[in-house]
């Protein structure tokens, strides 16, 4: 049985949880109670102690739940994916424009906590700490398979264009639903950074690269292009 609620701050923090389904970081949670994340953080403790919080790392990420929202095992999630990604191949077939506008439509409803926007705001961006964020994306491919990495950034033009290149893909066996995966990562990433940094992003996939042997070996690039020079 699950102990009783007695303190306002635990009491706020699962407020919170509740409407952030997707999950939250203590600093998210800060934020919206205007609290410090030490404060947040003695809480959540006691709240995951009484059972009323669960934890679940994704990625650099550590998001909490409020217990009986229900989290979706990676297992379960990852056939469901795997199952809507098939589905769009078939009625959406040669379409990948399409499958990209989809993916905007996800960052609408789900947003990673991409911590670094708010870092750079504090502060005169440069290369460095541009090419910290975008490494910050990489946590929506561990969703999919935890040897995901970023093989590597490009700068093509300064604080303006550049070339990600994402490897160690082997979610998916069907090279044309690989395909479309990548596009449902651009146009995921193209939606949240435009809206993270309140100006126009470009996303392109400049070249996709399938192993059938070595399913490990296939990777994805993709041309990030900001409108205008990166100034926060």
């Known amino acids: ?8 701050y635990e009491s706020r923090i699962l407020n ?3 409407q952030k389904t997707h999950g939250s970081t203590i600093t998210e949670i800060a934020n919206e109670l205007k609290a410090s994340r030490n404060t947040v953080s003695k809480y959540i403790k006691r709240l995951e102690k009484m059972g009323r919080v669960e934890s679940k790392r994704i990625g650099v990420y550590k998001l909490y739940y409020s217990y009986g929202d229900g989290i979706m095992s990676k297992i379960t999630f990852i056939n469901f994916y795997k199952g809507l990604v098939c589905g769009l191949k078939l009625q959406f077939p040669n379409q990948e424009e ?5 993916g905007k439509y996800i960052a609408d409803f789900y947003a990673l ?6 870092k750079l705001k504090d502060e005169k961006p440069s290369i460095q700490s541009i090419l910290i964020l975008l490494e910050e994306f990489n946590t929506y491919n561990e969703l999919f398979n935890e040897n995901s990495s970023l ?3 490009e700068i093509i033009e300064p604080m303006k264009k550049f070339l990600l290149k994402l490897s160690n893909f082997s979610f998916f066996r069907d090279s044309t639903e690989f395909i479309y995966h990548g596009y449902l990562v651009v146009g995921y ?6 809206k993270k940094f309140e100006k126009k992003v470009k ?5 996709i690269s399938i192993s059938e042997k070595k ?3 296939s990777y994805v690039e993709v041309i990030l292009e900001f409108k205008n020079e990166i100034i926060l």
């Open 215 to 217: 399913p490990q070996d």
């Open 113 to 118: 906590p991409i911590v670094n926007v708010n």
């Open 189 to 194: 990433m193209e939606r949240l950074l435009t």
């Open 151 to 153: 093989a590597g950034i």
């Open 98 to 102: 399409k499958i990209k506008e989809i």
């Open 203 to 207: 996303c392109d996939i400049k070249e």
């Open 16 to 18: 919170v949880l509740r």
């Open 1 to 8: 049985m699950n102990a009783k609620i007695t303190n306002s």
